[in-house]
């Protein structure tokens, strides 16, 4: 029999395959979530995501430490407000003295080549636990009147020291408007890391309970995505070019790979995946019974993120992975 072609020729031994091979991941292409503590002492596991803290401002900065040494060039940061600081309009999340701000301002001080992102969103803030603020009548997210706090929210962090406004709330015209805000403020070179895509998913239950920042009534679908479309998230992705984004975010990840390759037909704009707290949680319980080899599993998922066309992966792996790099 004459083959004249054979594919298993480049995969015959380990060093023709890694020469040969399309997508790699490197602890540069991670970001790494943190949890941020205030009127707290320390450190304290998420019962939920095993392996991922809450954390004082001290520890905050022992782990972006570590970080930084592992090779990862960015941190998100998320705050755990105290409930007696919540309320209807979430005025805690525009406190020029709030801990969100002065972790901020610590990270960049000690570690200036470290890129901090940050959400901007109302849920951690808010009483009412949506992202958007609630009228208090009807139940409605109002879309307008929150754009005006959002923006108050990303000049405050700009000011602070972020290098990446995150804004995760989904409410209409708020990439725009927060670029406006920006420049207004002549914070020009600040980039905006829109969650462009963000779908009303099941998969972001431990987030919540890292937070406590779960809706008391209602759910977030009336702003999130409906995760049967598709087309809908082209559409996004449209208003967010023209609003000025300068990256584009995919949420969560791995059931969204049709999203992120999509994405990748259709914008110059670097893609962002976040591979988010349910999907970190499955993996962790499934390695934890023994059915599954966790550092493999993680390699291999965060590898289909890049593949599809993801140029960044929000991950609570990330620590893991550099370090298994660095092995």
Request: with cysteine; proline share 4%.
């Amino acid at each position: 029999m004459e083959i004249l072609s054979r594919n298993r020729r480049l995969r015959q031994s380990d060093a023709i395959r890694q020469m040969v091979r399309e997508t790699a991941i490197n602890a540069s292409d991670l970001i790494a979530p943190l949890f941020l503590k205030e009127d707290f002492i320390g450190k304290e596991e998420i019962t939920s995501m095993p392996g991922i803290y809450r954390y004082d401002l001290k520890s905050l900065m022992q782990e972006v430490l570590e970080l930084d040494q592992l090779g990862i060039k960015c941190v998100s940061l998320f705050p755990v407000i105290d409930e007696n600081k919540k309320n209807p309009r979430a005025l805690e999340s525009i406190n020029p003295a709030g801990i969100y701000q002065v972790a901020i301002k610590e990270i960049k001080n000690s570690f200036p080549e470290m890129l901090v992102m940050t959400d901007v969103a109302l849920d951690p803030y808010s009483s009412d636990g949506h992202d958007g603020l609630v009228d208090s009548k009807t139940g409605k997210i109002l879309n307008d009147e929150t754009l005006e706090i959002l923006c108050q929210m990303a000049v405050l962090q700009a000011a602070s020291g972020s290098d990446i406004i995150g804004p995760s709330d989904m409410m209409d015209n708020r990439v725009g408007a927060i670029r406006k805000a920006l420049e207004s403020a002549g914070y020009k070179d600040t980039l905006i890391m829109s969650y462009t895509a963000k779908y009303a998913s099941n998969f972001y239950g431990p987030f919540r309970d890292a937070l406590n920042s779960a809706p008391k009534k209602g759910d977030k679908k009336t702003y999130q995505m409906d995760y049967g479309n598709s087309r809908e998230a082209l559409r996004e992705l449209q208003n967010d070019e023209r609003e000025g984004a300068d990256i584009v975010m995919v949420k969560p990840g791995l059931a969204y790979l049709d999203i992120i390759k999509l994405f990748s037909e259709h914008t110059c704009l670097p893609i962002a995946a976040y591979n988010v707290s349910g999907e970190y949680a499955m993996v962790k319980a499934a390695a934890q019974k023994g059915w599954i080899d966790e550092k493999k599993i993680v390699h291999e998922i965060l590898t289909a993120f890049k593949r599809a066309g993801a140029s960044m992966i929000l991950t609570y792996f990330a620590k893991d992975l550099a370090k298994h790099i660095i092995e």
